[in-house]
């Protein structure tokens, strides 16, 4: 990909993750940087940091990369030569900003090289968001080529010192695509009518893959999870498969489902909290949701009767709809309390366990999607929730 005569604040987030992972972009600007150090030939080095400046920012992996691979060291060493020129030493200042902004150790113990399972590469999830069921529109079914999502997806690394030190035991839960998100995205396509202009939350929503997915078809998602890590990170997703964030690239400007970025939010939300009218500046306003989602969102039983409390709260009298889908009581605990728990709300239950487990066409998709989910799933439970 040749970038020389392109204006760096034109490329999309997807230019910057494609040139850090495939183009040794990053490399060659390390040893452009590092030659400056002994020749004083700084011809180039405005436009090396015009870049990274605009990298760091955009791909939020590019810090940690060009750190791992001894860029973190001659950036500090460049401070220390250029000290006394303001020319140079401002430009160098908003980079480091830009890197120690999105990198959170800095500078970064180093090697010379990267192998390539050492990258954080973004997972790839293919979906045809115009192959719908029968209640679609025959020009969504007419023109699905040109629907096809090419959904980029960033998951945290775990660190094993976050769970040492939480008091909550599912802190890292959302570091990871699970399978059951692969499926609800998959069974959310094909029966998209439910989710056509409608306002949707999707609670625990990890690296957000339905609630993006959802995005394609309704007026307005949040994706909530307690975690601000998670968060953060599902935002960085949400701008990742932004059409407003790619809009100077229309292949990738068409494979993206948010349509808005105001469209999408990303919100800290606790379902242990006890008064929930304190997320309404979040734009989470009671009886407000028309569906609400959740894929492997219990790990205990205390989380069917918190999830409960969020419909209860959350979704529209009498038209409201959830779904859920979760892996089986073999594989969960706290599953078999979820019809139990959602009655004691008044709520009606009925099991779609068939629709995902007797579909070999989910069985086929989820296979083919997997990537390093930390415990595939055989069997689903799913569940249609109504007041």
């Known amino acids: 990909m040749e970038i020389a005569n392109t204006t760096y604040d034109r490329l999309t987030p997807r230019d910057f993750i494609l040139l850090r992972i495939y183009h040794e972009k990053f490399e060659n600007i390390k040893k452009s940087l590092k030659e400056i150090l002994f020749t004083d030939k700084v011809d180039n080095l405005m436009t090396d940091l015009n870049f990274l400046k605009y990298a760091f920012k955009a791909d939020l992996d590019a810090a940690y990369e060009f750190g791992l691979i001894g860029g973190h060291q001659i950036l500090l060493k460049l401070l220390m030569k250029y000290n006394d020129y303001e020319e140079i030493l401002s430009p160098l200042g908003d980079v480091i900003e830009a890197c ?45 080529s040109s629907k096809k999502k090419e959904i980029l997806l960033r998951t945290i690394p775990k660190d094993i010192n976050e769970i040492a030190s939480s008091n909550k035991a599912n802190l890292t839960v959302g570091y990871y695509l699970w399978d059951a998100s692969i499926a609800m995205a998959y069974w959310l396509v094909k029966n998209s009518i439910f989710f056509k202009n409608k306002k949707v939350l999707e609670i625990g929503c990890g690296a957000g893959l339905v609630g993006i997915v959802a995005a394609s078809y309704a007026s307005r998602v949040y994706m909530c999870d307690f975690n601000l890590k998670i968060i ?156």
């Open 100 to 144: 120690t902004s999105s990198c959170l150790q800095f500078p970064i113990k180093s090697s010379t090289t990267i192998k390539f399972e050492e990258r954080r590469v973004p997972l790839k999830i293919m979906l045809d968001t115009g192959n719908i069921n029968n209640f679609g529109n025959s020009d969504d079914r007419k023109n699905s």
């Open 232 to 387: 953060e990170n599902v935002s960085y997703n949400i701008k990742l498969n932004s059409k407003k964030a790619h809009s100077n690239n229309k292949k990738q400007y068409n494979c993206c489902c948010v349509n808005d970025d105001m469209q999408v939010k990303g919100v800290a939300f606790d379902w242990e909290t006890v008064d929930f009218s304190i997320y309404k500046k979040d734009g989470l306003k009671k009886e407000s949701m028309d569906v609400i989602l959740g894929a492997d969102v219990i790990c205990q039983e205390s989380d069917c009767y918190n999830i409960a409390r969020v419909l209860k709260y959350y979704l529209t009298k009498d038209t409201g709809v959830a779904y859920f889908l979760h892996g089986t009581e073999e594989h969960r605990f706290g599953v078999e309390k979820f019809a139990t728990a959602m009655q004691s709300e008044g709520f009606n239950v009925v099991n779609m366990d068939d629709v995902i487990n007797e579909n070999g066409e989910y069985q086929t998709f989820i296979a083919s999607n997997r990537h390093f989910n930390s415990r595939p799933l055989d069997k689903y439970k799913m569940f249609k929730v109504t007041s």
